[in-house]
């Protein structure tokens, strides 16, 4: 079955830096676009970054956009998040998903605390 797996995730101090790591298993990870999602209490789930199958297009939201680079290594089925230069709005319990045939599926999660 679709599995993933996020790691990562911890308390750091704003302008600090953090790299997310999904590793995926149960499918073709190398026909699947990949993306990371964010939640905070009380909010939706908001699309933070996404990648194609082969890495070559990626999108952000405008809050993260020069800041988080999304990344992926098909050899190992993992797709990372490097944040940089966090804020504390940046405060969000991350995942990793993927939509295969019209089902999405989630990791976990992971938290990331920014706060001094």
């Known amino acids: 079955q679709v599995r993933l797996v996020e790691s990562g995730g911890g308390l750091v101090q704003p302008g600090g830096s953090l790299r997310l790591s999904c590793t995926a298993s149960g499918f073709t990870f190398n026909t699947a676009a990949m993306t990371w999602f964010r939640q905070t209490p009380g909010r939706l789930r908001e699309l933070v970054a996404a990648?194609?199958?082969?890495?070559?297009?990626?999108n952000y939201m405008d809050s993260v956009r020069g800041r988080f680079t999304i990344s992926r290594d098909n050899d190992k089925n993992t797709v990372d998040l490097e944040m940089n230069s966090l804020k504390p709005e940046d405060t969000a319990v991350y995942y990793c998903?993927?939509?295969?045939?019209?089902?999405?599926?989630w990791g976990q999660g992971t938290q990331v605390t920014v706060s001094s």
């Open positions: 990648i194609t199958e082969t890495g070559d297009t990626t």
């Open positions: 998903s993927v939509l295969l045939r019209s089902n999405r599926y």
